[in-house]
């Protein structure tokens, strides 16, 4: 069975990965005023954060047009049997409904759409990891398994530096962002059941990123993570540095350098880290 596997642009996996592992992606758009920019096609992501600093009010975001997934479905379904569809968060962005919208609409397709309940990265780890199996040979029914079985063993962590992104686009209640700026407090966020909820409210930038590196650690001497991901929005020498230290520790894990894009960019705001792993 030939398996094709397909992601949205909020994953953020790195180019060389995409063509490793033959993935197709599918983009969300940011919206400045009456102009739509759809991410890395139409605006860069550094074009994108220069965008913001020049902009009086802060862009907004939006899904693929399910005419967008059908007609990349329909022209997978000439090649491949089955085609799993791999997206951040029902409950962060309409894009799933919208692949699965798009999967019952072609004909003669068997499309699979996935939740993956996270986005950036972790939810680039779900999509590498049914491509892996899907040249493997494995199954969709396995494939899907996997991915289930993955959700236990995901751990994702992320800060931001100004908590009013996330509050003026609807992914962080008015009460957690004026607590958060009032005390100067720069909480270790993480999703539940989709959402971005607090995990620990700490005080400073710098003791924010070493509670989520000393959870990484604590894992990494387990000798069971499989990836690693470090991640950051427009800030890319902290990201390296954070992936040198743990390196030089745990040189064996393989590690993976990210970014938050566009559309995430526009809920985190520039200068937000995040660390991502996931064991087996």
């Not at 049997?81 to 609409?105: F, N, Q, R």
């Not at 954070?242 to 960019?265: A, N």
């Amino acid at each position: 069975m030939k398996i094709a596997v397909v992601t949205d642009s909020t994953a953020y996996i790195p180019e060389n990965l995409l063509k490793k592992y033959h993935i197709h992606t599918v983009p969300l758009s940011v919206v400045f005023g009456e102009e739509t920019f759809r991410e890395e096609i139409d605006i860069s992501t550094e074009g994108f954060y220069q965008k913001v600093k020049d902009s009086k009010d802060l862009p907004s975001t939006s899904q693929p047009a399910i005419g967008t997934f059908i007609e990349l479905f329909e022209e997978l379904a000439k090649s491949h049997d089955a085609i799993i569809s791999v997206h951040l968060s029902k409950k962060l962005s309409g894009t799933y409904d919208a692949a699965l919208s798009a999967g019952e609409m072609v004909k003669n397709s068997n499309v699979h759409a996935y939740d993956s309940g996270l986005s950036a990265m972790p939810q680039g780890f779900y999509a590498i990891a049914a491509a892996e199996m899907a040249q493997e040979g494995k199954t969709v029914e396995e494939i899907l398994a996997k991915l289930d079985d993955m959700k236990n063993k995901t751990r994702s962590y992320f800060m931001v530096d100004d908590l009013s992104h996330l509050q003026r686009g609807g992914r962080l209640s008015n009460a957690q962002a004026i607590l958060g700026s009032l005390l100067n407090i720069k909480p270790v966020l993480h999703l539940v059941d989709g959402q971005i909820v607090p995990f620990e409210k700490i005080r400073t930038r710098k003791k924010a990123i070493k509670r989520i590196m000393g959870m990484l650690e604590e894992d990494a001497k387990g000798g069971k993570i499989k990836r690693v991901v470090f991640i950051h929005a427009n800030n890319e020498q902290a990201a390296i540095t954070l992936r040198d230290s743990f390196t030089e520790k745990y040189s064996d894990i393989e590690t993976i350098l990210s970014y938050f894009g566009p559309v995430i960019g526009t809920h985190l705001g520039e200068g937000s880290i995040g660390v991502s792993w996931y064991t087996e």
